[in-house]
């Protein structure tokens, strides 16, 4: 004979129940009464048979109390008791069975009777449940219990979150779908309401197991309320100790794009924490992220939150090899293409964080450049372009070795163009990273001064921004330390006019010392000049400039000793040419 059926939708056996759609509590006492009188008769399994005559009389004396009831007006009772006459059905086969000792083996009859007992079991407790609830009416039933407002007190808050605890039990699919409609929206508006979720301490056991419904509404929607409670720091290790990871990481692999952008938003904030990060790899969260984040449907709402995921794991050692095993940088530089700037952005930031070791920092650093290639057909946006090069200072310049391979990578190219053209943001962080490049070593200087870097330093000593007047002319003053950028430099008149111009704005007496202070770069200005005087041609272009007069009083009020040194130098020079001239007409 076959065992005890398990799936509450199959007709009961006698005493035959109503065929109705909906039975009524009255209907139920009555076949539960027969099915005690009849048990009696069993001669076998005596415990066990007695054990579930306890809880036919348990379930028939809480049905006598909601007797009243009307099940068609309360589609929660109308579940229980379709659930009940279907169980007792089965309860009545297996007594039958019994009775007649037709069952197959002991053992296995011993199993079907356990499996039964368990059964009426789980209706008493939804029984239970909903009368203490207070769901039950003797009017009737709202389908929807009204949230309370905003003013509402604990226990009204109580009493609606019940109300929804006990449709997740107990209800249908579209019961079970609404109840987490409402709740989800109720967490997000109403941090008591996630409170309270979490106290009442049933909720989320049912929405981890919600997480594996077959229902595709059902399973976003538990993803959604579990992603809402992991807002609240509190509330995280309560979902790792109900075990939430594992279904997360399912839901990850089958869900919908809704249910995987919910999972992949409450595993950014459970990943936090280091040790959650070893839980999401032991269930294979890591595999299975890669996949999510490669596959050729994934849009950019999928893409970005579930990279979120893995840049939380990388601090983990261990999982960071196991993703490079997996092929995470090539996945990463794959998405750096992608035309979505989201996508580029995640796929930058990750790759800037993955990056360990020469090849790997060489094929993340090629694909960023790739991203700052402005004749790229697919032209990245210039946030995307900020990122890449903020990443690439980050990557590079600690090790002399990673900047010699900028240069063979062709970064200098985008770097230069968008220093004369890009918009003012990229601009001005093009020149931070140039400047900060310029300041790396002297074969940087002079590949730099090879590519036309230097007079595009000039150009940004008259910028608005104090800041960036100092960094241009520091970067300009290192430049010239190389001998051929200085050559090349002397015979750019336009450039050291600017410089000149530069000191003479503003150098009447009374406003030396404001447009010191203002400017601030004047130190820097003179260094250069002082610089250049190294140089015969340097000094006499300075001098016979018609700035000298200006240069003298800068020096005489700034007191400073560079100022006095650069009059110094160019009055010896100037002696020497005069002395010179002498000797020659002589």
């Known amino acids: 004979m076959g065992r005890v059926v398990s799936q509450e939708s199959e007709s009961p056996s006698s005493p035959s129940p109503s065929t109705a759609s909906s039975y009524s509590p009255r209907q139920a006492i009555d076949v539960l009464s027969s099915l005690v009188s009849f048990s009696h008769s069993v001669k076998v399994f005596a415990v066990k048979w007695q054990t579930i005559r306890h809880k036919l009389d348990e379930l028939t004396a809480s049905l006598v109390a909601i007797e009243s009831c009307d099940s068609e007006q309360n589609p929660i009772l109308s579940a229980i008791l379709s659930g009940i006459m279907v169980c007792a059905g089965d309860c009545y086969d297996l007594a039958r069975r019994c009775v007649d000792v037709s069952y197959s083996g002991k053992l296995l009859m011993q199993s079907d009777l356990d499996v039964l007992a368990a059964r009426f079991d789980r209706h ?67 941090e008591r309401y996630g409170r309270v979720v979490v106290e009442l301490g049933e909720i989320v056991p049912i929405l981890v197991n919600l997480l594996d419904s077959p229902e595709i509404e059902i399973r976003d929607e538990s993803a959604r309320l579990v992603c809402s409670i992991s807002n609240f720091d509190p509330h995280k290790p309560i979902l790792i100790g109900a075990g939430v990871i594992a279904p997360l990481i399912r839901v990850l692999e089958t869900g919908s794009e809704s249910g995987k952008i919910m999972s992949t938003g409450c595993l950014i904030k459970l990943t936090q924490n ?46 960071k090899r196991f993703m490079i ?9 794959k998405l750096s293409r992608s035309p979505h700037e989201a996508v580029q952005i995640t796929a930058v930031e990750f790759l800037q964080n993955i990056a360990s070791g020469e090849e790997p920092v060489n094929q993340s650093v090629r694909a960023m450049i790739r991203i700052l290639d402005p004749n ?77 870097f230097t007079p595009e330093f000039v150009k940004f000593l008259d910028a608005k921004s104090p800041e960036v007047r100092v960094m241009a002319g520091q970067a300009l003053l290192g430049m010239l330390t190389i001998p051929r950028n200085k050559k090349r430099f002397l015979h750019d ?30 130190k820097v200005l003179i260094q250069i000049l002082m610089s250049l005087t190294a140089s015969n041609s ?40 005069l002395f010179n001239g002498i000797i020659w007409h002589s």
């Open 124 to 190: 008493l407790g939804n029984l239970s449940g909903v009368c203490t609830a207070g769901v039950l009416s003797h009017g009737g039933f709202a389908i929807v219990v009204s949230r309370p407002g905003p003013s509402a007190c604990r226990d009204d808050i109580r009493f609606y979150v019940r109300d929804l605890l006990t449709r997740l039990k107990i209800g249908d699919g579209e019961m079970k779908k609404q109840a987490l409609v409402n709740l989800s929206s109720a967490v997000d508006e109403d």
């Open 325 to 333: 095993e997996e092929g995470a940088i090539s996945t990463f530089i």
């Open 493 to 522: 008149d336009s450039s050291i006019k600017i410089i000149l111009q530069l000191l003479d704005d503003g150098v009447a007496e009374e406003q030396v010392v404001e447009e010191t202070n203002q400017h601030g770069n004047k």
């Open 376 to 452: 790229s057909a697919s032209s990245s946006s210039t946030k995307s372009r900020e990122t890449a090069l903020r990443a690439i200072e980050n990557l590079c310049f600690q090790s002399r070795n990673c900047i010699s391979q900028l240069t063979t990578f062709g970064f200098l190219d985008p770097l230069l163009y968008f220093l004369r053209n890009g918009e003012f943001s990229l601009k001005e962080l093009s020149l931070k990273v140039a400047c900060r490049l310029a300041g790396t070593s002297d074969e940087a200087r002079k590949v730099m001064g090879d590519a036309g």
């Open 538 to 577: 340097g000094r006499r272009k300075i001098a016979g400039s018609g700035y000298l007069k200006s240069i003298e009083k800068l020096a005489e009020a700034d007191g400073s000793s560079d100022g006095k040194k650069l009059v110094k130098k160019l009055g010896a020079g100037r002696i020497r040419t």
């Open 274 to 319: 280091s040790d959650n990060a070893w839980s999401v790899s032991a269930h294979g969260g890591v595999t299975s992220l890669l996949k999510l984040i490669s596959a050729a449907d994934s849009s950019p709402d999928i893409i970005s939150p579930a990279s979120a995921v893995l840049k939380n794991l990388l601090p983990v050692e261990e999982i």
